[in-house]
């Protein structure tokens, strides 16, 4: 049985950085595209990042570009999401998925796998 484990959320002033963690089990996903999103209270999920199997590509929304950073270790079976500049509106749980669909694909709810997500919450 697969299953993706997120890990690295916490509380963090605004301004401030965090990584997150997505470790996978069970299998390896290296052949998947893998992504993070999240949702917070009373929105909608929100695509945030994405990378190919290969780490070859990336795909980021507009609202973190250039902020969050998406990246994989296929030897450890595990992609992270490196945060910076972080804002009080990028509050939410952050999830991880494994899908097999382009890295330019905006997806936020359609998954092979997904974890259960880790919160992350910025102070103002």
């Known amino acids: 049985q697969v299953q993706l484990v997120e890990s690295g959320g916490g509380l963090v002033q605004a301004g401030g950085s965090l990584r997150l963690s997505c470790a996978v089990s069970?299998?390896?996903?290296?052949?998947?595209?893998m992504r993070w999103f999240r949702q917070a209270p009373g929105k909608e999920r929100e695509f945030l990042a994405a990378?190919?199997?290969?780490?070859?590509?990336?795909y980021y929304a507009d609202s973190v570009k250039g902020r969050f950073t998406i990246s994989r270790d296929n030897a450890k079976n595990t992609v992270y999401l490196q945060m910076h500049s972080l804002k009080p509106e990028d509050t939410a749980v952050y999830y991880c998925?494994?899908?097999?669909w382009g890295v330019g694909t905006v997806n936020a709810y359609h998954f092979d796998y997904w974890g259960q997500g880790t919160q992350v919450t910025v102070s103002s």
């Open positions: 069970g299998r390896t996903v290296s052949n998947y595209t």
């Open positions: 990378i190919s199997w290969n780490g070859g590509s990336t």
């Open positions: 998925g494994a899908d097999r």
